[in-house]
């Protein structure tokens, strides 16, 4: 369990906190979106949890131990964060290479890394480009590098900041399936995102973030149905909740955020709507 | 590791005779400190170049981010003793090496605390250098803080891979460096080829003859820093000539691992 406590976070040779008082307990398995405006924070928090930053006040736990009491590195042991931008850390000759430094880093011996490499390479479709050089792939291609290089280790809770971006739509849908895998695999998955279109398709549980403060903290339907927070964290309604709004002759949005929970809302009306008009 | 050293080379607008001055002025001073402390290796020449220093730091104001970018030179200061003595140097030499080290850190942190891009760029258009060559020289200015956040960036992605950059002996060390400066140096480079194409799609070099709605102007304060340099200078010749500076002897031999 990841467990944030009164925290509050200042950067070095500023006056104002990023992070005001926020408390935030996110289950094993739990799979969390983190939303917000430009500079909520929402990276911020989530370098806390592999201890890349410290609270200035309150404590961060995970799975009982101390952020403060641990390095980064006994600490991404159990907490995989990748980051935004693939760039900022692929830099070795093979995609193999790249794969395997973390594991050794953590200590594996030679045939695990090698087991693993070819394993997590298989999982995301990277296998072609094993002994190819990490910078003459794509964007996309090198972002799921990145996700594989942390997936290789094995990290019990797994952290993606803006996974989506760059990312066509067929890459998002096999994020998102993977995602789902990870979580029958019982991990915890916190992704920091503004992509609303994801997170409906998702529906995981939202923690809005507005100025360092936490000002909600529901479901994915809740959340993006509530014009109120939405505007206070500078997100908009996915396309289809805004295409309901838009109708109201067919009612209140009971919390519809995805084009299947749509069809089925819409079906049965337009089918009334037809016998109505006499056309059924 | 924390990369905030490098606000000790970023300028802020800070209201202080310093900061008013002629860029060019600072330029030849900082030049000239840069020069003296290459003429020499005698400890104490090294400490009064440094120590002179002081006090234009003071009255500029600039002295707490100062202190944060010799703090952060301490690393590549160490690394030049060691590797000084390991290779054979004199221990008085090295620390002269150290010394010469922190003095031009200094003299180039000074002079980029207190100096903006913009007038950089204006001093050097007003001495006839072509327009291409200092844009080049003031952008790489600029983007010093953008790749101080990358660096900063590269080693939160390392850490979070398990890579423990102070763990191991001194060549371990160095070795675990390298997961930072390739990526760094990838994205500088990418980041610099999207920037010629940014700006050669704003037609950059379109206007042969610029001209500039601002033009520097010197003033006294200006005329007595570069006179005052090129006496300090023509002094510091004298005595690296004539002048026979007391030595220190330390007498003790670190140990050769090579050379």
């Keep these: ?87 900022h850390q692929l830099f070795a000759e093979t995609v193999s290479e790249e794969l395997s430094f973390s594991l050794r880093n953590f200590g594996f011996d030679e045939q695990v890394i090698k087991r693993r490499v070819t394993n997590i390479s298989t999982a995301l479709g990277l296998e072609r480009y094993i002994d190819s050089s990490p910078f003459v792939l794509s964007g996309g291609e090198r972002k799921r590098v990145a996700l594989a290089a942390v997936l290789a280790w094995d990290p019990k809770h797994i952290i993606m900041d803006e996974p989506t971006i760059g990312q066509d739509y067929l890459q998002k849908d096999r994020l998102r399936n993977f995602i789902v895998q990870l979580i029958s695999q019982g991990k915890t998955i916190v992704i920091v995102t503004h992509d609303v279109e994801f997170v409906a398709e998702c529906k995981p549980r939202i923690v809005l973030l507005s100025r360092g403060t936490v000002i909600a903290d ?35 949005n009971p919390g519809i955020i995805d084009v299947y929970a749509a069809r089925e809302f819409l079906i049965p009306r337009l089918r009334k709507a037809d016998r109505t008009s006499g056309r059924g | 590791m924390s990369l905030r050293f490098v606000e000790g080379f970023k300028f802020t607008k800070i209201d202080s005779p310093i900061h008013r001055m002629d860029p060019r002025a600072k330029f030849v001073l900082t030049i000239g400190l840069f020069t003296t402390a290459l003429m020499f290796t005698n400890i104490f020449a090294l400490i009064t170049i440094f120590l002179f220093q002081i006090p234009l730091v003071l009255i500029s104001k600039t002295s707490r981010r100062w202190l944060r970018s010799m703090k952060g030179g301490l690393f590549l200061g160490v690394f030049i003793f060691v590797m000084n003595s390991i290779f054979g ?117 379109a206007t042969e003859h610029r001209t500039a709605i601002v033009t520097l102007k010197m003033h006294f304060a200006d005329y007595v ?35």
Excluded: C, W
Excluded at chain 1, 31 to 42: D, W
Excluded at chain 1, 220 to 230: Q, W
Excluded at chain 2, 230 to 249: D, K, Q, S
């Design chain 1, 1 to 87: 369990m990841i467990s944030v406590n009164n925290v509050s976070f200042r950067y070095p040779g500023t006056s104002s906190d990023v992070l005001t008082n926020v408390n935030l307990q996110i289950q094993n398995g739990e799979f969390v979106a983190i939303m917000g405006e430009n500079g909520a924070g929402k990276t911020t928090l989530v370098k806390m949890f592999n201890g890349l930053l410290k609270p200035r006040v309150g404590s961060v736990h995970v799975d009982g131990v101390d952020t403060q009491e641990k390095s980064v590195a006994q600490l991404s042991r159990d907490v995989g964060l990748i980051f935004q931008n693939p760039d």
């Design chain 2, 89 to 205: 140097t004199a221990l008085v030499l090295s620390i002269s090496f150290t010394l010469r080290f922190f003095a031009i850190m200094s003299a180039f942190s000074f002079f980029f605390m207190t100096t903006s891009a913009d007038d950089l760029g204006l001093a050097l258009d007003q001495i006839h250098v072509p327009y291409s060559i200092s844009f080049t020289f003031t952008t790489a200015v600029r983007l010093v803080p953008t790749m101080a956040v990358d660096a900063q960036t590269v080693v939160d992605a390392q850490r979070s891979r398990g890579l423990e950059l102070d763990k191991g002996n001194l060549v371990k060390r160095v070795r675990n460096y390298i997961p930072i400066l390739i990526p760094l140096i990838i994205s500088a480079i990418r980041r610099s080829v999207e920037l010629a194409e940014a700006l050669e799609s704003r037609a950059f070099g």
């Design chain 1, 218 to 252: 529901d479901t994915a339907s809740k959340i993006l149905t509530n014009d109120e927070m939405l505007a206070k964290a500078s997100l908009v309604r996915p396309q289809i909740a805004e295409l309901l709004h838009q109708l109201p002759v067919l009612g209140e």
């Design chain 2, 225 to 259: 820093t570069i006179i005052g340099t090129i006496l300090g200078l023509g002094l510091a010749i004298y005595v690296y000539f004539r002048v026979p500076l007391p030595t220190v002897v330390i007498p003790i031999q670190l140990p050769r691992i090579f050379g």
